[in-house]
């Protein structure tokens, strides 16, 4: 029979190991990022258990939330104050689902930025404009990341803290 520290231990390295792919994730958009940070430690707050879990499981799925949306609701931002409507938005969203199975690892945001584009140039009637438009998606795509990828570094801190307050207090 496996005692419990053992199956504690197991857990807690599963969990590291989900960081990992959470933060590549992040970065490389063919892996689930932030989702899988967080649900990895609810996982191991459920079979751990203890004061330090639950307070970890608690920031990281606050950062996780704030990561997430803060990465969206920038890029849209970003794009309403271009004056861009919403159906290329929507276009470049469809477009990058599909990109998704077109192009391994980084379909997502290629087909997003590629259905951006084309839906924009054919608008305004005016490829450089649609151009323009494509830049400002990419840069603010580019923040959004780094905001979610820094909120999801900050989740590992305190991960990493809350696996040491664990197995040492």
Do not use: N
């Not at 606050?62 to 990465?71: P, V, W």
């Not at 890029?75 to 477009?95: D, Q």
């Not at 998606?137 to 990493?160: N, Q, R």
């Amino acid at each position: 029979m496996v005692d419990s520290l053992t199956v504690q231990i197991v857990v807690t390295i599963l969990a590291g190991l989900a960081y990992i792919v959470g933060l590549a994730g992040i970065i490389v958009p063919v892996l689930p990022g932030t989702i899988t940070i967080v649900i990895a430690t609810l996982i191991w707050a459920i079979i751990v258990g203890g004061w330090p879990a639950w307070i970890a499981f608690g920031i990281v799925l606050l950062l996780g939330a704030a990561g997430m949306t803060t990465s969206y609701v920038l890029t849209g931002r970003r794009l309403h104050r271009a004056e861009v409507p919403m159906w290329p938005i929507y276009v470049g969203i469809v477009s990058g689902i599909v990109g998704i199975f077109v192009i391994p690892f980084l379909g997502l945001p290629i087909g997003f930025l590629i259905g951006l584009y084309i839906s924009e140039a054919i608008r305004q009637k005016d490829w450089r404009k649609g151009l323009t438009t494509m830049w400002i998606a990419l840069k603010a795509l580019g923040v959004g990341i780094l905001i979610e990828f820094s909120l999801a570094m900050c989740s590992t801190i305190v991960f990493a803290i809350a696996v040491t307050a664990h197995f040492v207090l």
